[in-house]
C-alpha cells in the first residue's frame, strides 16, 4: 500500500510564504507524477501544480509565477513552495500522485489526507 504523507500547512498573512512537503511511503515501484490539488469551501477541487516523470510541470492559472513545485526524487517527496500567498489560497490543500505499487499492477491514484492552509487578509 501507498501512503501520502503532506507537512507545512497552516496560518499566514497575506503576501506571505509557506512551504508545503508530501513524502509518499509504502509499497513504490514507479512514480509517473506527484503534485498538490486543493478544495477550498464550496468550491470543487482544482490542480494547483504537478510534476511529472520527475522534471515537467504544470500550474493552476491562478498561482502562476507565485508558487514552485519541485521533487527529491530520492525521498519520493514533492514540495510546494507558495509565495505572495492571497486570501483566495486559503483552501485544504491535497497531494495525489499517480504511483505503481510493484511491476504486476498498473498505476493508481493516491490521495493525502490533506493539509489546511489559511491566508489573513
Known amino acids: 500500500q501507498v501512503q501520502m504523507v503532506e507537512s507545512g500547512g497552516g496560518l499566514v498573512q497575506a503576501g506571505g510564504s509557506l512551504k508545503l512537503s508530501c513524502a509518499a511511503s509504502g509499497s513504490i515501484f514507479m512514480i509517473n507524477y506527484m503534485g498538490w490539488y486543493r478544495q477550498a469551501p464550496g468550491k470543487e477541487r482544482e490542480l494547483v501544480a504537478i510534476?511529472?516523470?520527475?522534471?515537467?510541470?504544470k500550474y493552476g492559472d491562478s498561482v502562476k509565477g507565485r508558487f514552485t513545485i519541485s521533487g527529491d526524487d530520492a525521498k519520493n517527496t514533492v514540495y510546494l513552495q507558495m509565495n505572495s500567498l492571497k486570501p483566495e489560497d486559503t483552501a485544504v490543500y491535497y497531494c495525489k500522485g499517480g504511483i505503481r505499487a510493484s511491476d504486476r499492477v498498473w498505476y493508481e491514484d493516491f490521495w493525502g489526507q490533506g493539509t489546511q492552509v489559511t491566508v489573513s487578509s
Open positions: 510534476i511529472l516523470n520527475g522534471y515537467e510541470t
